[in-house]
């Protein structure tokens, strides 16, 4: 059946540098998107989201890029931190209000 | 805004009991509900959703008669995984979703071992 998935499970970047998690997709009927970050024994916490009407869509030192025609989605964390250290989800949302998350990237800052 | 919270945050119990999982919308009022189940190093697996006042919606392959869930008000949610079996033993994980709105907030998660 038609899946989120995610490119890399780990990622590994230098404090101060910019960071980029990609995902894809496979659901075209799939119109909203949501970034989600996890840390290590809590619960899933909201990030940003993306309607499919938009291409770009900027946060608090993060950014997602919408690419509909190749199906894929990134999140860009700009300076990142150690406090950025986690397990990031991206989820689509098709018709039927049920999220779909991706397998996961795990992101590791280095000091 | 958007919390969700969930009681307890982890427990311990022994094989052949019930335990209880509360979900809670503190400043908004949930419609929706969901439950969620996680092993480790791995992404979230939904169970049901639930609507106020109404059954829930169980997954495939999900036993509703193992895990109950009551959806009785709009800020609050309960799973009951009866019987429990170490098997059982996971991260429950619910979110709420409010209104119209297409986001869900997650709650901490409730984290359950069965001896």
């Known amino acids: 059946g038609e899946s989120v998935g995610l490119h890399l499970p780990t990622l590994s970047v230098q404090e101060g540098d910019n960071s980029i998690i990609n995902c894809a997709y496979s659901n075209s009927a799939s119109d909203y998107f949501i970034w989600y970050k996890q840390e290590s024994g809590k619960g899933p916490q909201f990030i940003i989201d993306?309607?499919?009407?938009?291409d770009k869509r900027q946060g608090q030192r993060v950014t997602v890029l919408l690419n509909k025609t190749v199906k894929h989605l990134s999140l860009q964390i700009a300076a990142t931190q150690p406090g950025d250290s986690a397990v990031y989800f991206c989820?689509?949302?098709?018709?039927?209000?049920?999220?779909?998350f991706g397998a996961g990237t795990t992101v590791t800052v280095r000091a | 805004g958007a919390v969700v919270s969930q009681h307890p945050s982890w427990v311990i119990c022994k094989s052949g009991t019930s335990v209880k999982i509360e979900c809670r919308s503190l400043?908004?009022?949930?419609?929706?509900m969901f439950w969620y189940r996680q092993f480790p190093k791995q992404s979230l697996m939904l169970m049901a959703t639930s609507n106020e006042g109404s059954k829930a919606t169980y997954e495939q392959g999900v036993e509703k008669d193992k895990f109950l869930i009551n959806h009785a008000s709009l800020t609050l949610s309960t799973l009951t995984v009866t019987s429990a079996h170490p098997e059982d033993s996971s991260f429950y994980i619910c979110s709420a979703r409010g209104g119209s709105g297409e986001t869900q907030y997650f709650g901490p998660g409730t984290r359950l071992l069965v001896l």
């Open positions: 989820a689509e949302l098709p018709g039927d209000y049920k999220l779909s």
């Open positions: 400043d908004f009022q949930a419609t929706t």
């Open positions: 993306i309607r499919s009407n938009m």
